[in-house]
């Protein structure tokens, strides 16, 4: 629903049915520094989701000769799993037959923005964002502490606040799936589930209002802090 109003519904519905699959990409034990390579071709500076979505267009950018013979040669030349691409392939053709049969839904068919891409993930996974403590580790909400995955392109590379596609817990709890994004991102996604508290109430004589400091926060993790509001028009109760 939200990829369909940011005009981004053709790569979320790529990337979604990459989610609902193992990780396509393998690594052979005797073939882990070709596979690497390999891999490293479809790697994107800031997001692991965008890497999903150039394997699928390294794949797709010539429509007219694909074929299960060019899939299989793919799968081989960039060590990726063929039954894995298979499931992926079926996935998107089910999800854009059950759109395509609603009304509501608007397809874009041209690139989308890093930012709408991203924004659009957050409505359903605010609460798997986390903000950088030190190196790869991150604070998540709820006072959860986890790591990038180190077999992410975004490992040791991501930015101060991050979003997963989902969480795995070994020996420790790793972010799978990672991408760089705005805290402030976090906010408009989270909505009423994020908690606000203000400090420093203060007269402005300038805009003759009451102004504060403001905090926001999910599930205990600070979003943002220090943005000056009008107190009173922040809630209600500020108006007693």
Known sequence: IEAS??????????????????????????????????????SHPHSDFFALLNIWNTLHHDASSFSLNRLKKFCKDYYLSFQRM???????????????????????????SYDDIHKSLLSGFFRQCARRKKGALYQTGGNREIMVFPGSHQFLKSGDWILAGFL??????YAMTVATIEPEWIEKAAGRYCSYSWTNLRWQKKTGNAVADETVSLDGLPLITGRTVNFGKRNRKNRR
């Open 86 to 112: 298979r499931e992926w392939l079926d996935l998107h053709e089910q999800l854009m037959r059950i759109l395509s049969q609603k009304g509501a839904f608007s397809f874009n068919g041209a690139k989308s």
């Open 5 to 42: 109003a940011r005009n981004c519904l053709d790569d979320i519905v790529i990337i979604a049915s990459a989610l609902a699959i193992q990780d396509p990409r393998t690594r052979p034990s005797d073939k882990e520094n070709e596979a690497d390579n390999a891999h490293k071709s479809f």
């Open 168 to 173: 795995m817990e070994t020996n420790r709890l």
